[in-house]
Nanobody, 124 residues
Framework: QVHLVESGGGLVQAGDSLRLSCSAS????????MGWFRQAPGREREFVAA????????YYAESVKGRFTISRDNAKNTVYLQMNSLKPEDTAVYYC?????????????????WGQGTQVTVSS
């Protein structure tokens, strides 16, 4: 089992940037893919980005492609989500997740461990 703790959320204005961090403990961090998901009020949780075990393969939702960047530091057991050019529609609780697979996927069912979430609010 992996324990995940997100940080870095907050209230920003449209066009601003934020970097989310997710610290992992438990299972060997470098052995599995990591992902970020988000859930806005009244909406289902949706995929945002994922990165494979080595950091060389990444996937993004179309809505964030070109604005968000996922990265990982296996030496620090941490995955990041750099969010630039934020929009009000990016407002959501952002969740970090650890996959059961080494290669990244966009399917929430492949992710077995989840953090508690961090709130990101983007004002217009």
């Amino acid at each position: 089992q992996v324990h995940l703790v997100e940080s870095g959320g907050g209230l920003v204005q449209a066009g601003d940037s934020l970097r989310l961090s997710c610290s992992a403990s438990g299972r060997t961090f470098s052995g599995y893919a990591m992902g970020w998901f988000r859930q806005a009020p009244g909406r289902e949780r949706e995929f945002v980005a994922a990165i494979n075990w080595s950091g060389r393969g990444t996937y993004y939702a179309e809505s964030v492609k070109g604005r968000f960047t996922i990265s990982r530091d296996n030496a620090k057991n941490t995955v990041y989500l750099q969010m630039n050019s934020l929009k009000p529609e990016d407002t959501a609780v952002y969740y970090c997740a650890a996959s059961s697979l080494s290669m990244a996927t966009m399917n929430a069912a492949d992710f077995r461990s989840w953090g508690q979430g961090t709130q990101v609010t983007v004002s217009s």
